[in-house]
């Protein structure tokens, strides 16, 4: 797993800026937090990380998660702060055809199906659940997950596919730092 995380993040920074330097830091521990679970075994069964992407101005993050049935590749914001939420409900609210082509796109839709993630039930506060962008302004978490069989996670080409797969998050990511890196009118907040 360290091998492929450094070969990972040698592939990424190619095409990213990519904060992490070595596949090892990269990785979750394996040790599972037993405080408060009623399963008590001490070790994860799967192994699993993520990349960050360097500077303010590169906003969401990559995770993998390798485990027998349950390989994913995915990415996106799993937990936005506050004011990042906000920031984004508001440019959807105000144009949400941006993020609809992204989405929409044949290289979105062949590598993720959909936008995933938990949202609100009804509407967010101050805005309209009548909102013709509600299914998107709803949305707490923006989340790209791909999954793969263990076949294609035993492949020699597995590393080429997780490439690929971040790659086709790339104008989502675009999209999302520049909505993070600047205000309601477009002036950079950095």
Same mark, same amino acid.
């Given at each position: 797993?360290?091998?492929?995380?450094?070969n990972?993040?040698?592939e990424?920074?190619?095409?990213?800026?990519?904060?992490?330097?070595?596949g090892?830091?990269?990785?979750?521990r394996?040790? $599972?937090?037993?405080?408060?679970?009623k =399963? &008590?075994?001490?070790? %994860?069964?799967?192994?699993?990380?993520g990349? @960050?992407r360097?500077?303010?101005?590169l906003?969401?993050?990559?995770?993998?998660?390798v485990?027998?049935?349950?390989?994913?590749?995915?990415?996106?914001?799993?937990?936005p702060?506050?004011?990042?939420?906000k920031?984004? $409900?508001?440019?959807?609210?105000?144009? =949400? &055809?941006?993020?609809r %082509?992204?989405?929409?796109?044949?290289?979105? @839709?062949?590598?993720?199906?959909?936008?995933e993630?938990?949202?609100?039930?009804?509407?967010?506060?101050?805005?309209?659940?009548?909102?013709?962008a509600i299914?998107?302004?709803?949305?707490k978490q923006f989340?790209?997950? $791909?999954?793969f069989s263990?076949?294609?996670?035993?492949?020699?080409?597995?590393?080429?596919?997780?490439?690929?797969?971040?790659?086709?998050?790339g104008?989502?990511?675009k999209?999302?730092?520049?909505?993070?890196?600047?205000?309601?009118?477009?002036?950079?907040?950095?």
């Amino acid at each position: 797993m360290i091998e492929f995380a450094d070969n990972l993040i040698l592939e990424m920074k190619k095409f990213d800026n990519i904060e992490n330097e070595s596949g090892k830091k990269s990785l979750f521990r394996i040790y $599972r937090d037993v405080r408060f679970s009623k =399963d &008590k075994s001490p070790y %994860k069964s799967h192994f699993s990380g993520g990349l @960050k992407r360097a500077t303010n101005l590169l906003r969401g993050g990559y995770y993998f998660h390798v485990e027998p049935g349950n390989t994913v590749i995915a990415g996106g914001f799993w937990a936005p702060n506050s004011a990042d939420i906000k920031r984004i $409900r508001e440019d959807i609210a105000a144009d =949400d &055809k941006p993020l609809r %082509k992204i989405i929409n796109a044949k290289i979105f @839709k062949d590598h993720f199906g959909s936008l995933e993630g938990e949202e609100v039930k009804t509407a967010p506060k101050g805005f309209s659940k009548e909102h013709a962008a509600i299914d998107l302004i709803r949305k707490k978490q923006f989340i790209m997950v $791909r999954n793969f069989s263990d076949k294609e996670a035993l492949s020699p080409n597995f590393l080429k596919e997780a490439v690929l797969t971040y790659k086709a998050m790339g104008p989502f990511f675009k999209y999302m730092s520049e909505v993070l890196t600047t205000d309601a009118n477009g002036m950079p907040l950095y």
